[in-house]
């Protein structure tokens, strides 16, 4: 089954927020500022999902229905946030990212960091 995520680019995300927020004449209360506070509360209530509760194999929370459908929701506010910003500050995501991607290639080379969780500071030559 192909999924929407293999169909859908980026630009039809960001067309379809910006869609959805000028119907509503919203643009005037998106202040960048705003956004970045929107977008750290919506990831706040993504975490809140997983808040007090144990680590549970990956199989099994991805059978819950009840905690799957939360993370949708909170997930989906997480990129809305994050696509309306980039849409606001006319940033490409994509360049973006890969931008990012490159800066952690040289942070974190291939035969330092698989399969160790420390921050760059802390990996040490071999």
């Not at 859908?8 to 004449?25: C, G, S």
Request: charged fraction near 40%.
């Amino acid at each position: 089954m192909v999924s929407k995520d293999e169909k859908t680019n980026v630009q039809v995300l960001k067309d379809l927020i910006k869609k959805f927020v000028k119907e509503r004449d919203w643009e005037k209360f998106h202040h960048p500022k705003e956004l970045a506070t929107c977008l750290s509360i919506e990831a706040s209530e993504l975490l809140e999902v997983f808040l007090w509760k144990d680590k549970e194999p990956l199989e099994e929370t991805k059978k819950n229905e009840k905690i799957m459908s939360k993370i949708r929701e909170e997930l989906a506010d997480v990129f809305i946030c994050a696509l309306n910003l980039a849409n606001r500050l006319d940033l490409d995501v994509s360049e973006i990212v890969e931008e990012k991607l490159k800066i952690a290639k040289e942070k974190y080379p291939v035969e330092l960091a698989r399969g160790n969780a420390k921050k760059y500071t802390e990996l040490k030559e071999k």
